[in-house]
């Protein structure tokens, strides 16, 4: 079992590695971002409160969260056979905390946590062009200043305190896919 966190801003690459690492490693990806789209997709009631908070580039509500990734992990459990990549999840510290009492009682916790290091400028720059490919609603230039505003406040604090335990990975997520991905598989090769 290996057990990653991809941690990074919003544009930082988390998606497009997580397809590269789920093709190399076999690990199951479960992006709480991607789950959420599902929901309001689906017209679900999940989705339509967490509609309200991606809207506006806000975080989803701690325990709300986290109920919903106890759902995932449950349902999801028999296709989870060599490990999970968590993309997007966790956001703040209580989550993270949650994220290790979850785990623990399954027996594994995570592994190392791939830190996607991207100057802001870059970020924006990404998101932009995504949301012109791609129609996603909240790459919208307002939107997108308020996510990296709170990615700031409340989710980078994270990095110090997966530093602080010794699980944090710096990777120079500002290099071409490839490179990145190599950064990535020196890591889960070690
Ligand atoms: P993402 O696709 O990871 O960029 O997530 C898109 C949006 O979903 C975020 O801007 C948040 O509003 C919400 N979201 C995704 N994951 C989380 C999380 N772990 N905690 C709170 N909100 C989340």
Redesign the pocket.
């Known amino acids: 079992m290996l057990n990653i966190v991809l941690f990074g801003g ?1 544009g930082s690459g ?2 497009t590695q997580s397809d590269k690492i789920v093709e190399k490693y076999g690990l199951h990806h479960i ?4 789950v ?2 599902r929901h309001i997709k689906e017209g679900t009631e999940i989705g339509k409160k ?1 509609d309200e ?2 809207s506006k ?4 509500p ?1 325990e709300m ?1 986290i109920d919903i ?1 106890e759902d995932v992990l449950e349902t999801e459990k028999d296709t989870i056979k060599n490990g999970v990549i968590f ?6 510290i209580a ?1 993270a905390e949650q994220l290790d009492k979850m785990l623990k009682t399954r027996g594994s916790g995570i592994d190392h946590v791939i830190g996607l290091e991207v100057p802001d400028q870059t970020l924006v720059e990404r998101m932009l062009k995504r949301g012109a490919e791609t129609g996603r609603a ?1 790459d919208n230039i307002d939107t997108i200043t308020r ?1 990296l505003g ?1 990615y700031h406040d409340q989710t980078s604090p994270l990095r110090d305190y997966y530093i602080a335990d010794g699980r944090y990975r710096q990777i120079d997520g500002e290099k071409a896919i490839d490179d990145i991905f190599s950064q990535i598989s020196d890591v889960l090769d070690s």
């Open positions: 919003p988390k998606g992006s709480t971002g991607a959420l789209r967490a908070y991606i580039g806000q975080l989803i701690d969260m990734l993309d997007g999840f966790p956001r703040t989550q909240d996510r709170v």
